[in-house]
């Protein structure tokens, strides 16, 4: 993946993927919107159904869905059957999401789905369309209600990134960047740092910071550890969570600034 070329695109797919709901359905349930306009192409477990869509493009997204849904099942211990739209254009997946506008964003999650954005879609290197489809699905799979925007990104950035065989260095490269000169970020990301009106650098910093949360954790408790932290938060709260493993936001917050020392500099 060329991660420079890429990284717009990718980073504005994920942002949006915070509307997806708490407790999502069965996700092969989930119907698609055009009637017999639709054509379905069904993969092993994922079903993906375009308008004005080549018939390349479906199978290439269902074999794709397949492998994002084995990747996020794998982590989540559970599962997962995976529904993909493809509209025509940016302005039919707006509609489809109940927002105003995609630009810039290549995928959306949405009640049960994934949405894919033709135009923005089409820029991605394959691996940046395996990370999106994985991240997108992760948020559908998992659910985010409850959850401070650092566990829920960071957690779809772990499972996304688990098996794309990408260096850290290369999937957290604006990070490293400010890492190396010293300046190593003091707070867990929030939501003003995932503002998508703000930087373009500092959305891609947020993410990567939230990623590197979550895969501290992981490498350090254990993926089951943090998947029940994640769960065990929806469900309580992340201070009680945190608490389970002993641990508070300062201690992560200590602990996750000497982890991106050891990651990146």
């Known amino acids: 993946m060329s991660v420079r ?9 994920l942002l949006l993927a915070g509307a997806a709901t708490a407790s999502a359905p069965d996700l092969a349930e989930v ?17 993906v159904a375009g308008r004005h869509a ?14 994002a849904g084995r990747r996020v099942a794998a982590v989540l211990g559970r ?11 940016a302005a039919e997946a707006a509609g489809l999401a109940g927002v105003a506008s995609v630009d810039g964003l290549a995928a959306v999650a949405d009640d049960g789905r994934v949405i894919v954005v033709p135009e923005f879609f089409a820029r991605l290197t394959p691996t940046g369309r395996d990370v999106v489809l994985t991240h997108e699905l992760t948020h559908v799979a998992a659910g985010t209600g409850g959850l401070p925007i650092w566990l ?23 990070l490293a960047a ?20 703000g930087d373009g ?23 089951r550890t943090l998947v029940r932290l994640y ?11 945190l608490a389970s493993l002993g641990l508070s936001t300062g201690m992560l917050t200590e602990r996750w600034r000497a982890y991106m020392r050891d990651q990146l500099a």
Do not use: K, M, N
Not at 5 to 13: D, E, H, M
Not at 33 to 43: I, K
């Open 31 to 47: 119907p698609a919107p055009w009637g017999d306009e639709a054509v379905v192409v069904r993969g092993r477990s994922s079903s």
């Open 178 to 197: 400010e890492v190396r000169a010293g300046r190593i970020p003091r707070h867990l990301p929030g939501p003003a740092d995932f503002a998508l009106q």
């Open 201 to 223: 650098a500092r959305l891609a910093r947020a993410y990567q910071e939230a990623w590197l949360a979550c895969r501290f954790l992981a490498g350090h408790r254990g993926e």
């Open 231 to 241: 769960r065990e938060a929806q469900a309580g709260g992340v201070d009680g969570a």
């Open 54 to 67: 080549p018939a390349e493009l479906l199978r290439d997204l269902a074999r794709r869905a397949d492998t």
């Open 5 to 13: 070329v890429s990284r717009r695109a990718v980073l504005a797919a």
């Open 152 to 174: 829920y990104e960071g957690f779809a950035d772990y499972v996304a990134y688990r098996d794309a065989g990408l260096p850290v260095r290369v999937a957290a490269a604006e």
């Open 79 to 89: 599962p997962v059957r995976p529904v993909v739209l493809v509209p025509g254009s």
